[in-house]
């Protein structure tokens, strides 16, 4: 619902931007490559990502990976300890049709890119210019404090209430854009 509620906005008052919201495999390694060789060309300094929950903690890889801005919507802090208990076949969210096996090994691939995200944190520090997190203390499946610290450093808008999938996005998509530029 976000990322098309964006690409809309995108597409009608931004038609010059570039915009790419590819599905990725469930395997997070095999998901990072699939970006990184996508935005090979990418100028990093005019470039952007926007994630949430795991793509928000796979946003936060890759910024931190490129030196892009990051938009990060209810992050998913700790991925390999969340999704350990899913290893098996999974639907996915947005279409309980398509199904998807989550693999032990995934596992492993999530606590690498977390170790990656922790190294490269302490060599590139956040700042509010390069990040803009919103976290909803409402999120019923994240824990919105060990999401605030995840995005320590940046700008975090913090909501009261809300849930894990923002459905009042529509009150915090201008603050998106802006924080972009946009």
Not at 41 to 55: K, Q
Not at 63 to 84: E, I, K, S
Not at 123 to 131: D, G
Request: aromatic residues 10%.
């Amino acid at each position: 619902m976000k990322a098309q509620k964006v690409a809309s906005r995108v597409r009608t008052a931004h038609p010059d931007v570039v915009w790419w919201c590819p599905q990725l495999p469930p395997s997070p390694q095999g998901a990072l490559e699939m970006v990184m060789r996508g935005i090979e060309m990418w100028p990093r300094h005019t470039m952007a990502v926007a994630g949430s929950s795991l793509g928000g903690f796979y946003a936060r890889w890759l910024a931190l990976q490129t030196g892009c801005r990051a938009v990060l919507l209810n992050p998913a802090v700790f991925p390999a300890r969340d999704l350990a208990r899913h290893i098996g076949e999974q639907t996915a969210w947005h279409d309980p049709q398509e199904r998807f096996f989550f693999e032990p090994g995934f596992v492993a691939e999530l606590q690498a890119q977390q170790d990656d995200i922790e190294r490269c944190s302490s060599l590139r520090p956040t700042t509010p210019e390069r990040q803009f997190a919103i976290v909803a203390r409402g999120d019923e499946v994240l824990d919105w404090r060990e999401m605030q610290a995840f995005c320590a450093g940046g700008t975090i808008r913090l909501l009261e209430g809300s849930d894990h999938a923002i459905s009042d996005f529509d009150d915090h998509i201008d603050a998106v854009f802006a924080f972009l530029g946009l």
